[in-house]
């Protein structure tokens, strides 16, 4: 895996989350929820299985209710990723879950009811030895900011968050991972920008919320998480879409990959094709890409639609393919390497790399 941090980034409190460490310049870590009923341990576990081989590296889970506190036991003791316990009203199930072996809590403390409840979770979870996720959104404001007309949204949510960290500090508790979403990208990027002005030493979980479905999520998690962290801010983070959790994470660490954050997987570089284009790239690429899911080598593969700009736009590619008629030309480092029929371009270049980097 390729790590970088060359972009500047926020000086925050290292957090521990069953080990995976948020803030403190660690690399941005990749979350996501899962989508079963957490009562079903093994149907849980089985999509923990699939969610981490996709490089997710911390899992949350509904507890909706003490029905599923068994099975979220043991989907605790058996996750090969930390887990986290997503909480909302109920505060006696976030004290369960630090009884059961979360990892972390993910909690709105404006949902909660009261201080006195908020402070026995915070109490046990820091009995516990467990970091807090403290969520706010504009469904749970505190009351304090929720119904000022003078407060534009971002003021709310800043406010908010920055009056419930105070709380938990107040308290002693300092391992604080904080949330404030929207599900608008330009109130995404204010509020975090803001966040990260006013308590610069906070670890911030950042994505936007309710972001729909995978193309529009992916657009608009991109848009909004992709210039934060271009500007250094965010230090986990979790893209919602309504689709296959999975695909959340895939695109998680396609979006590191482009800001030159992290790279866990090749990244494939395609020309758009015009008209010198003499093979079927559109095919070709979609096969390469395919086939790229199982290589983990974090590699730049190309595969362009003629010689003529082919190799050298490509040039920066570690290897790849330019098409012309009936055949490509092989490349690598910039450098030809050999031509190959358009019928076994694909199983070459697939060689090639075992041969390489596998
Ligand atoms: S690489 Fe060739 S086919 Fe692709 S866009 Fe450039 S000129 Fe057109």
Redesign the pocket.
Known sequence: MVEKNRLPRELTHPVSVGGVIMGGGAPVSVQSMCTTDTADADATLAQIGRLAAAGCEIIRVAVPSAAVLDGFERVCAESPLPVVADIHFDHRLAIEACRRGASALRVNPGNIGSWERVDAVIDEAGAAGIPIRIGVNAGSLDAAFAEREDLTQVEKLVGSASSFVEHFRTRGFNDIVLSAKAHGVLTTIEVNRALSRELPDVPLHVGVTEAGTARQGTVKNAAAVGALLMEGIGDTMRLSLTADPVEEVDVAWDLLSAVGLRRLRPELVS????????WD?MGVAAEVERRLSSVRAPITVAV???????PG??AGADIGL??GRGQALLFAGGSPLRKVSEADAVDELFAEIERRFG
């Open positions: 020309c758009p094709t015009c008209g010198r284009c003499q790239l362009m639609g003629c010689v003529v700009n082919g736009e490509a330019a098409g």
